[in-house]
């Protein structure tokens, strides 16, 4: 053996120790007589069991890794489940918290539309009192324009009859003159007593026949007949009158106390008549009362105006915050098209504004399926996305943002699409965990830990049986390509005749060919149910 060959078997021997495996030994045939304790290798024969162990060496040490990775998966996914379940825990926490905070909304949506519906109709009593109240006003207005007119009138009748007595009089005073003077053949004198007691004389005798000349009138009813017979009859009455003064001057100082009684009952009656300083004061009292009047009547009407710009600037406003609130429902850039209705008209009207309150109703479930759908995607990133650091969820009083909802898709779009097809044709941990389980229950462990030496022992077995197999197939010079149950009818045959059974006797041993045939019985109980079980779970 030269020094290249000694140096890959003394490598192959390190593999085999470093596995836990005896070390293959080189014998010297000029030493060692006992040729049937010895097995012979050609360089090629040699070369392949070389490589062979080299293969199932370095076969074993992958699969060694792959189940120290398998452990390490398994020990992840625990890990993965626990912390899913404080996530649950917190999301379940999260969503009762929620749900506490919509029912607060809810309840500050119902109070402000009670609010505002309570504004509405408080605004709509308002407005009809003051429309009843100015009816009253102009009703108070037309009552009073009615007494002025009737003081009006009132006014005009005083004059006329103040106008009236002011001619009787100034007759009255014109008379008396013209009867003095016929009696006494002279004017009257103010200082004088005697001319006033004349004068006092004829106003009353004047004052009988007038009254006598009423009755006349009254009971004739022709009044210018009366005048007629009045004027033609005054000088016969004047004569009358001195001649009765005359006899009454004689026993004057009799009857002068009884006149002085008359006339101060005459003087009373004249001051008790309207005089032209009434007139002036009454004429004064109207203006007043008018100006009084027409003062109230624009005081009135400024709180009128005051009252109706006051009701309509509130009805203004109100008006203004519904049609800003159903231009925001019903505008072209709404969130939602439900309940949307055509514009109508600026006036107001109730029925106008009524469907906003299931259009806001739907707005607020929404909301609320809002918070849902941002639960239900932190799920889905904690799921695929394990490795990141889970967000912490908000709190009851933040709302749910459709931007953070935005900003976590795409960063689960981001990290999930990917056109490499080595990443898209891995296993997914669900599969990686049944191939454990599968390869637990094939190979009767209870542990995870006990999977691996079984692994190992198997496949150092079937290890042996293809170096076998093979070294049966180079000594009966057949093909690679035949079967192992070929290979099995071959050596029965040759085993049943009587000379190849000594050849193949002593070139492979009674104890090798046994070991070669129980091998081979294994190998075909083993791999049918391990092919089986495979194609079940690749299935699966």
């Given at each position: 053996m030269d020094q290249q060959e000694q140096v890959e078997w003394g490598d192959v021997n390190k593999l085999l120790q470093h596995h836990g495996f005896r070390p293959v030994l080189f014998a010297d045939p000029v030493e060692n007589k006992a040729l049937s304790e010895l097995v012979l290798l050609d360089k090629r024969t040699a070369a392949d069991v070389r490589a062979t162990l080299k293969v199932m060496l370095t076969d074993s040490e992958r699969r060694q890794q792959l189940i120290q990775e398998l452990i390490r998966t398994n020990n992840q996914l625990k890990e993965d489940v626990q912390s899913h379940m404080r996530r649950s825990v917190a999301q379940t926490q999260r969503a009762s918290e929620l749900e506490t905070l919509l029912e607060g909304v809810r309840v500050r949506v119902q109070e402000l539309e009670e609010r505002c519906v309570g504004r509405a109709a408080q605004t709509h009593g308002e407005m009809q009192q003051l429309q009843h109240d100015k009816r009253q006003a102009q009703k108070l207005v037309q009552d009073l324009e009615q007494a002025l007119m009737k003081q009006k009138e009132e006014v005009s009748q005083l004059q006329k009859k103040l106008h009236f007595a002011v001619r009787e009089e100034e007759q009255r005073v014109v008379r008396q003159s013209q009867a003095f003077e016929q009696i006494c053949r002279r004017t009257a004198r103010q200082s004088s007593a005697h001319d006033q007691q004349v004068l006092d004389v004829i106003d009353h005798y004047e004052t009988k026949m007038s009254q006598l000349l009423d009755e006349l009138r009254r009971t004739k009813g022709e009044e210018e007949m009366v005048l007629d017979h009045t004027s033609r009859s005054i000088s016969p009455t004047f004569k009358t009158l001195i001649k009765a003064f005359q006899e009454q001057q004689k026993d004057g100082e009799a009857q002068a106390e009884e006149l002085r009684k008359k006339v101060e009952h005459l003087r009373l009656e004249l001051e008790t008549r309207p005089t032209l300083k009434d007139l002036k004061f009454y004429k004064h009292k109207v203006r007043r009362i008018e100006k009084l009047y027409n003062l109230r009547l624009s005081q009135d009407e400024n709180s009128f105006e005051i009252c109706d710009?006051?009701?309509?600037?509130?009805?203004?406003?109100?008006?203004?915050?519904?049609?800003?609130?159903?231009?925001?429902?019903?505008?072209p850039n709404a969130p939602l098209r439900l309940h949307r209705q055509k514009p109508r008209s600026d006036t107001l009207k109730m029925n106008q504004y009524q469907p906003l309150v299931p259009t806001l109703e739907l707005w607020a479930q929404q909301l609320r399926l809002l918070k849902d759908l941002q639960q239900s995607l932190n799920n889905l990133s904690a799921r695929l996305l394990p490795w990141q650091p889970s967000e912490e969820c908000p709190t009851s009083a933040e709302p749910a943002k459709v931007e953070d909802m935005m900003l976590l898709v795409d960063?689960?779009?981001?990290?999930?699409?990917?056109?490499?097809?080595?990443?898209?044709?891995?296993?997914t941990r669900h599969t990686l965990g049944s191939m454990v389980a599968h390869f637990q229950k094939l190979f009767d462990v209870s542990s995870l830990s006990g999977v691996y030496p079984r692994m190992n022992e198997v496949y150092c077995r079937l290890g042996e049986m293809n170096n076998a197999m093979r070294n049966i197939r180079d000594a009966l010079s057949l093909d690679s390509r035949v079967t192992t149950a070929e290979v099995v009818n071959i050596v029965s045959r040759m085993a049943a005749s009587s000379q190849p059974q000594s050849a193949l006797h002593d070139l492979l041993g009674e104890g090798d060919i046994d070991s070669i045939i129980q091998k081979v019985k294994e190998h075909d109980e083993f791999s049918r149910p391990f092919i089986h079980s495979s194609l079940t779970s690749c299935r699966h």
């Open positions: 710009n006051s009701s309509e600037s509130t009805c203004a406003q109100h008006q203004q915050l519904l049609s800003e609130i159903s231009s925001v429902v019903t505008g960063t689960l779009l981001e990290n999930t699409s990917t056109h490499d097809e080595k990443v898209l044709r891995s296993p």
